[in-house]
């Protein structure tokens, strides 16, 4: 039995079957889920100057089982423009896909219910700093009933302080939510700790609770990695904390400090369970943040990630939905290391595969026997020459060890570089 952290009742009332086998286990939980095996593999992808027609485009992937043309590119949706294609989301009802431009702050929704096969731009925000009140750097987006939350990096100077912003399903805005600094959040736990910084968001709806992450403004991370991490100023400015939130207050309850860049967030699924994993890329942790047995929310680190004097950079994790295994990518040595985290108190790694020679984003199938990987970070930190590889990789896992199924040359397909990866199925508009 599917164990989520949303009900069946308000499954049922989404008007689409309960879910069998498959769906990427970091979606919201307000969402339904796909029966069966995913049909598409959907690519948010960043153009290139000089391949292709150097813009940014979403590009869908057979992964049909007997289809003669599973493993291929069937479809690609060029949006025209060059934005730092970086994340995105569904709606709740999973029939647009939003995604998001850290450079130029704009995002392009596209109609994926229609022929999911064929995704078609049909809405483009590009007044998003304007009607949020000057946020900029639209990072990824995460369904809510009726509305998309969407965490941003950066605010219009180009500086960190940033917020968590809402539009409704129409693409019509709704709220700004900025991120405490610590003069604002003096009487909050750990208040001293808020930076203003943000990355992503998730919820744990029956808790009420939101959880967020951070990580650097506009003016680090349009910038090529070497120059930053060679600007002792620049190296300042990242974040070092998490916050919990009153998820239907929005109001922030606590601020942990996580050294060293927490990026993704990933709630366990269980029903019983109340603790999510993030991963610091500058100092290759693996930290978890949890509700302890008096009711109150902690953070610590519980593992490392690699080694960390040689640091490999974890970016990616994915949480399987049974919340025994845990998926995490390093960037720099092109890794994917395994933790058994059935105790989420303490980690043990146990398998390491090498993907490429840099690797970024993984998503696995609700069943988790299917892992895609992609490899791109950012236009100016993904890595050059014969090293700029840019790949979807996809695999099979039996729990003991990744097979190689198939994979697809961005850069030979003239494609770009391929960042997020999101699961289509036509069963889930078959009424």
């Not at 995105?88 to 229609?114: K, N």
């Not at 990355?199 to 744990?204: A, F, G, S, T």
């Not at 610091?280 to 693996?286: D, F, I």
């Not at 108190?345 to 069943?367: F, L, R």
């Amino acid at each position: 039995m599917l164990r989520t952290s949303c009900t069946i009742a308000g499954l049922l009332s989404l008007g689409v079957a309960l879910p069998a086998a498959a769906d990427e286990t970091c979606l919201s939980p307000y969402m339904a889920k796909i029966t069966g095996h995913e049909d598409y593999v959907y690519v948010w992808t960043l153009g290139v100057d000089g391949l292709g027609d150097g813009s940014d485009k979403l590009v869908t992937i057979d992964v049909r089982e007997g289809s003669p043309t599973s493993g291929k590119v069937i479809d690609v949706d060029s949006v025209g423009s060059r934005n730092e294609a970086h994340h995105g989301g569904f709606t709740d009802d999973r029939r647009q896909f939003w995604a998001t431009g850290l450079d130029t702050s704009t995002i392009f929704i596209f109609d994926v219910a229609s022929d999911p096969a064929n995704p078609k731009l049909v809405r483009t925000i590009d007044d998003f700093e304007e009607k949020t009140g000057g946020v900029v750097g639209p990072h990824g987006a995460y369904a809510l009933p009726g509305r998309m939350m969407i965490p941003a990096l950066s605010n219009r100077d180009g500086t960190g302080r940033t917020a968590i912003v809402e539009y409704s399903n129409q693409g019509e805005f709704v709220a700004t939510h900025w991120m405490p600094t610590a003069a604002e959040a003096k009487k909050i736990p750990g208040g001293e700790h808020a930076d203003g910084y943000g990355y992503d968001v998730r919820v744990l709806p029956r808790k009420n609770v939101m959880l967020t992450s951070s990580f650097a403004g506009r003016e680090n991370y349009m910038r090529p990695f070497g120059e930053v991490a060679g600007d002792p100023e620049a190296m300042k400015k990242f974040g070092g904390s998490m916050i919990i939130w009153d998820f239907h207050a929005r109001t922030p309850k606590k601020v942990f400090q996580v050294p060293g860049v927490p990026l993704e967030v990933r709630w366990a699924w269980g029903e019983d369970k109340a603790h999510a994993f993030t991963s610091t890329a500058l100092t290759s942790q693996l930290w978890l943040v949890y509700e302890d047995d008096g009711g109150e929310w902690q953070a610590k680190a519980v593992a490392d990630i690699g080694d960390p004097q040689k640091l490999p950079v974890p970016v990616d994790i994915s949480l399987s939905a049974d919340d025994k295994t845990l998926f995490a990518n390093t960037f720099m040595d092109g890794m994917t290391r395994v933790y058994d985290v059935s105790d989420p108190h303490a980690p043990k790694q146990i398998y390491e595969k090498k993907i490429g020679t840099q690797v970024n984003m993984v998503s696995q199938s609700w069943d988790g026997q299917r892992l895609y990987y992609t490899s791109s970070l950012l236009a100016n930190w993904d890595k050059s020459g014969a090293d700029n590889e840019q790949f979807l990789k996809a695999y099979s896992w039996n729990g003991k060890e990744l097979a190689p199924r198939f994979e697809i040359d961005f850069t030979g397909e003239e494609l770009g570089r391929p960042h997020m990866m999101a699961f289509g199925a036509a069963s889930l508009y078959a009424n």
